[in-house]
């Protein structure tokens, strides 16, 4: 009988691997299961926020990307009983496993601050974009030049810097009355990054109008305003909260080991149960002293070797161990962008169309690899 492999999450780790394991594996009886029929370029669903028309070009349907063989099944999972090696669907309708491949992305963490919760939005599907989308949209249109709508963007790394760029693209594009700021509990925006890549995103972001508010960090939020450490309240319209990343839920009561709710798993992905891979935003993947950021770039390296390593495991092959590598930083603000140590250009950090083009080529490429080079270029002017 041929194994059965069990792929969950349509992210960059589960269409991925599903990819790799399709190639790997033509006899196995692969089931992807997703809560949504299609993948999400996430790393640029911002976009959405300046034209909802983006989100045509962001989402591939998992028919498009999957061989006909494999099943997929949309649901959302609820839970994994890794004794009976069953995946939990919150419709009732449980799917079995010999091998697992967990990819469930994260989910947005408040780290228990009063009101962040209940008072913020978020930005972790195509959903929440469009919401967002539409927040900003309501607020500009009840402002006016005298009393601008105020949105604000806590969380300073790669998703609340790109959406203050969108936010910002959106207010001079409809010359709308809006004040942007963008709130970092650390002494930096893109905190850990190198110096010289956090001065060229500020200088982008200052000259782009968005007021940069660093090292204090959010003690509450209610409906009206952010209390700080030590500052004075802000209010807002919108308030977006980007500040970081947990484990899924669906995850919690599995009995495998993690850590702040992500999955652990050993450099070849195995977790705490041999059957069990997991990758992506949802595990902490062992790298030694350098863990892999939680970052698109990371999934879709990891997901070719997770595949190929479930494969090794059913036929009884020595597993591989993943080295992430580090293959540089590109980050738009706005219709600008900034590249910073990618390999083989000579210049440390660099913008203007270099990087602009680089950004759109990347997320072209992802795009192009899952589907076509056809929908990749139809996608070129939204990335
Ligand atoms: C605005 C933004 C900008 C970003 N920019 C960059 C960037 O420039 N470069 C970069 O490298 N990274 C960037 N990132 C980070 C990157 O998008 C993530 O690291 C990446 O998406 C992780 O991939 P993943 O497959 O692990 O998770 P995801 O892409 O989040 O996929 C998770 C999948 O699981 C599904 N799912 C979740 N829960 C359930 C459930 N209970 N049941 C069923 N299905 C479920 C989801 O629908 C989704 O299909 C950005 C993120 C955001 C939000």
New binding site residues.
């Given amino acids: 009988m041929s194994a059965k492999v069990v792929v969950?999450?349509?992210?960059?780790?589960?269409a991925g691997a599903i990819k790799q394991l399709e190639e790997e594996l033509p006899n196995a009886e692969i089931t992807w299961?997703?809560?949504?029929d299609y993948?999400?370029v996430?790393?640029e669903?911002?976009r959405v926020i300046r034209d909802p028309r983006v989100k045509d070009k962001i989402t591939l349907p998992v028919s498009d990307i999957k061989s006909p063989s494999t099943r997929f099944v949309q649901?959302?999972?609820?839970g994994v009983d890794t004794n009976e090696r069953t995946v939990e669907l919150a419709d009732g309708d449980d799917v079995d496993y010999d091998y697992l491949l967990v990819?469930?992305?994260?989910q947005t963490a408040y780290y228990g601050i009063p009101g962040l919760d209940e008072n913020s939005l978020t930005?972790?599907?195509l959903d929440d974009a469009l919401e967002i989308h539409e927040a900003v949209a309501d607020a500009a249109s009840e402002a006016s030049r005298n009393d601008p709508a105020k949105v604000v963007i806590g969380g300073a790394g790669?998703?609340g810097i790109?959406?203050a760029g969108e936010v910002a693209e959106y207010r001079d594009k409809h010359r709308a009355p809006i004040d942007i700021y963008l709130v970092e509990a650390l002494d930096e925006i893109m905190p850990g990054q190198d110096p010289e890549l956090q001065g060229t995103v500020k200088k982008h972001l200052l000259e782009k109008d968005v007021e940069i508010l660093t090292g204090d960090p959010i003690t509450e939020a209610t409906e009206e305003e952010i209390q700080f450490d030590e500052g004075e309240p802000l209010d807002y319209d919108v308030f977006l909260w980007?500040g970081g990343i947990t484990g899924?839920e669906?995850m919690d009561d599995c009995g495998l080991d993690n850590e702040h709710n992500r999955v652990t798993a050993e450099a070849n992905f195995q977790t705490s149960d041999d059957r069990v891979f997991a990758?992506?935003?949802?595990a902490i993947v062992d790298q030694g002293d350098n863990p892999a950021p939680?970052?698109?770039?990371?999934?879709w390296q990891a997901a070719e070797v997770a595949g190929k390593n479930i494969a090794r495991e059913i036929r009884g092959q020595p597993l591989a161990t993943w080295t992430h590598e580090d293959k540089g930083t590109?980050?738009s603000i706005g219709d600008e962008a900034v590249a910073h140590d990618v390999p083989v250009v000579p210049l440390n950090t660099f913008n203007s169309w270099p990087a602009e083009t680089l950004k759109k080529a990347i997320a072209a490429r992802w795009i192009a690899d899952m589907t076509s080079w056809g929908r990749a270029v139809d996608a070129w002017d939204s990335l």
Avoid: M
């Fill in positions: 969950l999450g349509a992210g960059y780790a589960g299961v997703s809560d949504n993948h999400l996430l790393h669903a911002h649901g959302t999972v609820t990819g469930l992305g994260s930005l972790k599907s790669l998703s790109q959406s980007t899924r669906a990758i992506g935003d949802c939680p970052t698109a770039q990371a999934a590109v980050i």
